[in-house]
């Protein structure tokens, strides 16, 4: 018999399901979110109104400028914005 | 905080796009030459991996492991400067997910257990598997699309008969037969990769 029986072949195949879609786009966008994060964080370092409305309302500014305030542009912008 | 967090249905990409013929090496570095495709397929071939760690091998929960998912690759990004060798890019990222697997379930934790404590938390038979699971589904990604779809659809995301029959334009009672023979495709090219261990001397006695 092989030693790589069909069964625990099944087995394993079955020990990767696919992570959820929107995760892996989320990580997939990453390198054109941070240079997002980078425009927004030079501009609130140049526009200190600007930089006053993130603090007050990070996600109500960001939807302003028409950016999709996702947890991890708004996790990162915390902490580069305050 | 729970902006734009969604918690969609599991990634719709074929199996095809599991591994392609780009080495992990030749990714990580176009990745690390700013490649934003690169990057799109890094992400797309080791998804499943960093998910399966999360969610089977620490039993977080999705909550949890999309935190996690979510970190890893943040620092897979910032951090792939400092990988000393391209071809060890899988350890490597294994390694970051335990390490911030083990992070999260001590900054969710109310008493602060030990470092070793935490590395019992995992599920090491678990994790072992999971390395063994991606081989063999980077020897799937080496057979026909067809094999790769079904086998895909059967056993990782669990779909049935029906739906795959349905997906595939497949009569039903051909499927469990095509499952079979694309298994048994599997096990040889498996091996074929990963020649099992030639018995003891003892043993052949």
């Known amino acids: 018999m092989s030693a790589y029986d069909i069964e625990r072949l099944s087995r394993l195949i079955g020990m990767l399901p696919p992570a959820p879609e929107a995760w892996v786009r989320a990580a997939q966008e990453l390198p054109a979110a941070r240079r997002e994060i980078d425009g927004i964080v030079a501009r609130a370092e140049a526009d200190a109104k600007f930089r006053e409305a993130l603090i007050a309302d990070l996600e109500g500014a960001l939807r302003a400028e028409g950016v999709e305030p996702t947890w991890p542009l708004l996790d990162e912008l915390r902490r580069r914005v305050s | ?205």
């Open chain 2, 1 to 205: 905080m729970e902006a734009a967090r969604d918690h969609g249905a599991a990634s719709s990409r074929g199996p095809a796009t599991l591994t392609s013929e780009v080495s992990d090496a030749r990714l990580v570095a176009r990745c690390r030459g700013g490649d934003d495709d690169a990057w799109r397929e890094l992400v797309e071939r080791f998804s499943r991996y960093v998910y399966a760690i999360a969610m089977q091998g620490f039993r977080m929960t999705e909550h949890d492991a999309e935190d996690v998912f979510q970190e890893v690759f943040a620092r897979v990004y910032e951090r792939l400067d400092s990988l000393r060798e391209d071809e060890a890019f899988r350890p490597w990222l294994g390694q970051l997910t335990r390490r911030v697997c083990i992070d999260r379930l001590r900054s969710g934790g109310r008493e602060q257990p030990a470092e070793d404590e935490l590395a019992e938390v995992a599920e090491e038979d678990v994790l072992s598997q999971l390395e063994e699971a991606f081989d063999v589904h980077d020897a799937l990604a080496g057979l026909p699309e067809h094999c790769q779809e079904i086998l895909d659809r059967f056993f990782a995301r669990d779909e049935s008969y029906r739906a795959i029959g349905e997906a595939l334009e497949l009569p039903a009672g051909t499927i469990a037969s095509r499952i079979s023979r694309c298994l048994v495709r599997l096990r040889d090219a498996y091996e074929g990769r990963n020649p099992p261990a030639a018995p003891s001397s003892e043993q052949v006695k």
